[in-house]
Every structure is written in structure tokens, then in C-alpha cells.
């Protein structure tokens, strides 16, 4: 059987509205006989035939599946800093709890304790990483687990704290 013919029998197969997110990572594990580059090749060939679209470098979702579209930047936002604190937080966290008016469309900001950087994930959206030095173990009770998203989220006086410390602050008027 064809190496394209495999992966789309496994993406019928593993595929549904929770799990139809993908890493270059969990399809090397279907062909850990094939080296990255044969495995780029694959995916490209993919998401030609339309089985795939990429969201972002190294990520992808299987297109014949439905999925809550407005949970997809939240889900790989988990999946991206999985080896890193992070919780949402900022405007996403502000706006939801009708705090600030504006309405982050199309973009998840969150804390992490990797790296700072924004991830354009195309007609997705976009997702915001904001370093943090803070630990787990001291903004604990400021912390829920959010199912929906499958990410922690602060509450909203740890959110602007973030955003007073990052500076952003200065763009809303009433802080």
C-alpha cells in the first residue's frame, strides 16, 4: 500500500471532533521508516489532495473531520507549549469576563514560561505566547482548569496583573 493511502486509511481511523489535530511528531510515528524530509513530502502531497491543511509550522488538521473551529487555536496552543507552563490569560481572559470591550477576533493570548512569540496561523488566527517568570505554585489560586480549552486560565485580577506587567495596560483606558 502507498505511504499517502496509509496515512489517509490511519486519518479516517484515529480522526474525530476531539482529536483531529496533528503533529509532524504523531505522523513520524506512523513511518518512523521514513526520514523527515520523505515525511514533509508526504504531508505536502496531503495537504494537496485536500486529506490535510496546515494551521501552522509542524501542525496540521485532518480535514474530513468536524471540529469546533473556535477551539482549534486553543487546543494547539496546549499541544505547542505542552513542556511549558502556560495559561490563558490577557485580553483573552479580560474579554471573555467583559472587562475590556475589544474582542480578541481570531487571536489567543497566553502566558508561558517559554518563550515570547506569535504564532500566525493563517485564516485560524493567531496565537500570542507572553514569558512569565511566575511559577505554578504561586498564582495557583488564581488558576482554573478550563475543559473547553484544555488549558488553564487565569482569573481576571490575574490577567491584569499580565497585562499591567507586560506593559500593555496602557492601551485601556480604565486601568
Given at each position: 500500500?502507498?505511504?499517502?493511502?496509509?496515512?489517509?486509511?490511519?486519518?479516517?481511523?484515529?480522526?474525530?471532533?476531539?482529536?483531529?489535530?496533528?503533529?509532524?511528531?504523531?505522523?513520524?510515528?506512523?513511518?518512523?521508516?521514513?526520514?523527515?524530509?520523505?515525511?514533509?513530502?508526504?504531508?505536502g502531497?496531503?495537504?494537496?489532495?485536500?486529506?490535510?491543511?496546515?494551521?501552522?509550522?509542524?501542525?496540521?488538521?485532518?480535514?474530513?473531520?468536524?471540529?469546533?473551529?473556535?477551539?482549534?487555536?486553543?487546543?494547539?496552543?496546549?499541544?505547542?507549549?505542552?513542556?511549558?507552563?502556560?495559561?490563558?490569560?490577557?485580553?483573552s481572559?479580560?474579554?471573555?469576563?467583559?472587562?475590556?470591550?475589544?474582542?480578541?477576533?481570531?487571536?489567543?493570548?497566553?502566558?508561558?514560561?517559554?518563550r515570547?512569540?506569535?504564532?500566525?496561523?493563517?485564516?485560524?488566527?493567531?496565537?500570542?505566547?507572553?514569558?512569565?517568570?511566575?511559577?505554578?505554585?504561586?498564582?495557583?489560586?488564581?488558576?482554573?482548569?478550563?475543559?473547553?480549552?484544555?488549558?488553564?486560565?487565569?482569573?481576571?485580577?490575574?490577567?491584569?496583573?499580565?497585562?499591567?506587567?507586560t506593559?500593555?495596560?496602557?492601551?485601556?483606558?480604565?486601568?
Amino acid at each position: 500500500m502507498q505511504s499517502i493511502q496509509v496515512l489517509k486509511t490511519n486519518l479516517e481511523n484515529l480522526a474525530n471532533s476531539q482529536h483531529y489535530l496533528f503533529s509532524v511528531s504523531d505522523f513520524s510515528a506512523l513511518f518512523p521508516q521514513k526520514s523527515l524530509t520523505a515525511l514533509m513530502v508526504l504531508l505536502g502531497r496531503a495537504v494537496k489532495n485536500g486529506s490535510l491543511e496546515r494551521v501552522c509550522r509542524g501542525f496540521y488538521v485532518y480535514c474530513k473531520t468536524t471540529y469546533p473551529q473556535d477551539m482549534l487555536l486553543f487546543r494547539l496552543a496546549a499541544r505547542m507549549r505542552a513542556d511549558y507552563f502556560c495559561y490563558l490569560s490577557l485580553e483573552s481572559v479580560l474579554s471573555e469576563d467583559g472587562i475590556i470591550s475589544q474582542v480578541p477576533l481570531g487571536c489567543v493570548t497566553l502566558m508561558t514560561t517559554g518563550r515570547s512569540g506569535i504564532i500566525n496561523c493563517g485564516r485560524f488566527g493567531r496565537i500570542e505566547f507572553t514569558h512569565t517568570k511566575k511559577s505554578p505554585e504561586d498564582i495557583a489560586g488564581f488558576l482554573t482548569y478550563d475543559f473547553r480549552y484544555g488549558l488553564w486560565r487565569a482569573s481576571a485580577q490575574l490577567a491584569l496583573q499580565d497585562l499591567h506587567s507586560t506593559g500593555r495596560d496602557k492601551m485601556y483606558e480604565f486601568i
